[in-house]
């Protein structure tokens, strides 16, 4: 058993030839895949609004530049917990993993890894997050704490609602309300308004997730709203991203943010209409690209408003 679980290829939705799978020792592999390290999407996703409300901040304030250091301070936070986030969701659905095609080779539902090995893994990420997050001021480590109520309940969701992407929405967008009260102390209305795009973006992009998983989630009874949508996904997916770009131009209007900014929003806004355009709900392969592909929509985002920034500086 144990050989055939040092054996086990790479899950089908790593990219081939990652680093993890390439570089790292054997035993190292099943804890990263735990992490998600050899899949660096979710840990980008998680960090965008973060950078967003850093970069929106420093438009706010006439800054050059965003702070350097509360960015690099971010992606290591976005890391870690964005690990300590999958390793706690396999935790508590490690039974369900098993019964689904995609999740089925997951280190916990393989054997790769016990849970008590998992949960003490769980806990070294949760430090590391904690050490990142005690290098801001108090508002911020605040609204941070704050953030553990919603990952908590998240990966219980998909039991009770058809709305767990809502949920995901408030967890991974919570860095949208870190970036501005890293910088000037205190909330604003332009990170809270921020904040409530990003959720709708999330929604959108989790929903196209979703679909790669939706004939096994009916037969083990999981919700999401790519079950919920159906024949509908792809006017309802572009319904949550409009929102995201409406409420984006809100919040760069409120903060003051000049042409640049809005020209990146633009762009995103054009590839977010690709996504939609070309996404095909019956293939698993297309979904699984065009998700993947919101991490340039946060990148083109945050290129508008640091060139805004630099620019008018």
């Known amino acids: 058993m144990a050989d055939e679980v040092q054996a086990a290829s790479p899950l089908p ?19 990263g895949r735990l992490a998600r390290w050899d899949r660096p999407i979710g840990w980008l996703l998680l960090m965008w609004p973060c950078w967003w409300s850093a970069a929106l901040a420093a438009v706010a304030a006439g800054a050059w530049l965003p702070n350097l250091w509360h960015l690099l301070l971010f992606m290591i936070g976005a890391i870690a917990m964005r690990g300590a986030g999958c390793t706690y969701n396999d935790l508590v659905d490690r039974d369900i993993d098993a019964l689904v095609e995609r999740t089925s080779g997951r280190p916990l539902p393989s054997g790769a890894v016990t849970p008590r090995q998992a949960a003490i893994f769980l806990a070294l990420q949760a430090l590391i997050g904690l050490l990142v997050l005690l290098q801001f001021n108090a508002t911020t480590i605040l609204l941070g704490f704050a953030s553990l109520a ?20 408030l967890a991974f967008s919570w860095g949208a309300l870190m970036g501005w009260p890293a910088a000037f102390g205190a909330l604003g209305w332009p990170p809270v308004v921020l904040y409530l795009g990003s959720i709708a973006w999330v929604i959108g992009y989790d929903t196209i997730y979703a679909h790669q998983d939706k004939e096994d989630d009916a037969l083990i009874g999981v919700r999401s709203t790519a ?72 990148l083109i985002l945050f290129a508008g408003l640091v060139l805004d920034a630099l620019l008018r500086f």
Request: net charge positive.
């Open 13 to 31: 939705d790593a990219p081939p030839g990652n680093w993890l799978d390439r570089f790292a020792p054997e035993r190292l592999k099943h804890y």
């Open 150 to 169: 919603v990952v908590a309940v998240y990966p219980f969701l998909k039991r009770i609602t058809n709305w767990p992407q809502l949920g995901l929405g």
């Open 227 to 298: 079950r919920l949508f159906g024949d509908w996904s792809r006017p309802a997916i572009a319904a949550f991203f409009a929102a995201f770009i409406l409420l984006t131009g809100l919040a760069l209007w409120l903060a003051g943010a000049g042409l640049l900014a809005f020209a990146g929003l633009l762009a995103a806004a054009i590839h977010l209409a690709w996504q939609v355009a070309s996404l095909e709900t019956g293939d698993p392969a297309n979904c699984l690209h065009r998700f993947k592909a919101n991490h340039r929509t946060g």
